[in-house]
T-cell receptor, first 116, second 118 residues
Framework: AQTVTQSQPEMSVQEAETVTLSCTYD???????LFWYKQPPSRQMILVIR??????QNATENRFSVNFQKAAKSFSLKISDSQLGDTAMYFC?????????????FGTGTRLAVRP | GAVVSQHPSWVICKSGTSVKIECRSL??????MFWYRQFPKQSLMLMAT?????????EQGVEKDKFLINHASLTLSTLTVTSAHPEDSSFYIC??????????????FGEGSRLTVL
């Protein structure tokens, strides 16, 4: 079974600064997908960024980028120029495709607070 | 695009009653929908995978008779918590994947439904 570990329950960052959220996972699979989802207070979870395991290049989406280290099974999220709207719970997630429906396994989440 | 809506957003019921939660994909067809349970300050735990026109696939430890899932159309899946008890109180979230275009793995989530059983 796959497990996803987020070792930072809470993080805080000053507005406009950079913060990195950690995520490690455990799997015996070679082909899979990794995601960072954001869950703002009382709002829907939305996708921040995704990475396909077979791609060596780290994914980037505007101010969000990842450091994907496949051998180390590490998938950290870097948020640059943090904004107040980035305050949310961030979940790292692992997906392995399966015939019965793709299963997304979430980490325990990191609560990020951006200070004005 | 790719909007998923859940209803109700919150519900309070008495112990022993049944509660139905709906999950709709508003602007796309979803062959597969997923139901999660989220405890306070904890992660989302997958309960079951709902496939249109067939029986749901439940994760280990999830009671099939307690959590009834029906996926009667490509835009609607329902979760019925039968004979609810206080320990069933939780935040239930559904998600769906669009089948159009190439596979991305992205799931679109509903707003969640908070169930409180008295």
């Amino acid at each position: 079974a796959q497990t996803v570990t987020q070792s930072q329950p809470e993080m805080s960052v000053q507005e406009a600064e950079t913060v990195t959220l950690s995520c490690t996972y455990d799997t015996s699979e070679s082909n899979y997908y990794l995601f960072w989802y954001k869950q703002p207070p009382s709002r829907q979870m939305i996708l921040v960024i995704r990475q396909e395991a077979y791609k060596q290049q780290n994914a980037t989406e505007n101010r969000f980028s990842v450091n994907f280290q496949k051998a180390a099974k590490s998938f950290s999220l870097k948020i640059s120029d943090s904004q107040l709207g980035d305050t949310a719970m961030y979940f790292c997630a692992f997906m392995k495709r399966r015939s019965s429906g793709d299963k997304l396994t979430f980490g325990t989440g990191t609560r990020l607070a951006v200070r004005p | 695009g790719a909007v998923v809506s859940q209803h109700p957003s919150w519900v309070i019921c008495k112990s022993g009653t049944s509660v139905k939660i709906e999950c709709r994909s508003l602007d796309f067809q979803a062959t597969t929908m997923f139901w999660y349970r989220q405890f306070p300050k904890q992660s989302l735990m997958l309960m079951a995978t709902s496939n249109e026109g067939s029986k749901a696939t439940y994760e280990q430890g999830v009671e099939k008779d307690k959590f009834l899932i029906n996926h009667a159309s490509l835009t609607l899946s329902t979760l019925t918590v039968t004979s609810a008890h206080p320990e069933d109180s939780s935040f239930y979230i559904c998600s769906a994947a669009t089948t159009s275009g190439s596979f991305t793995g992205e799931l679109f989530f509903g707003e969640g439904s908070r169930l409180t059983v008295l």
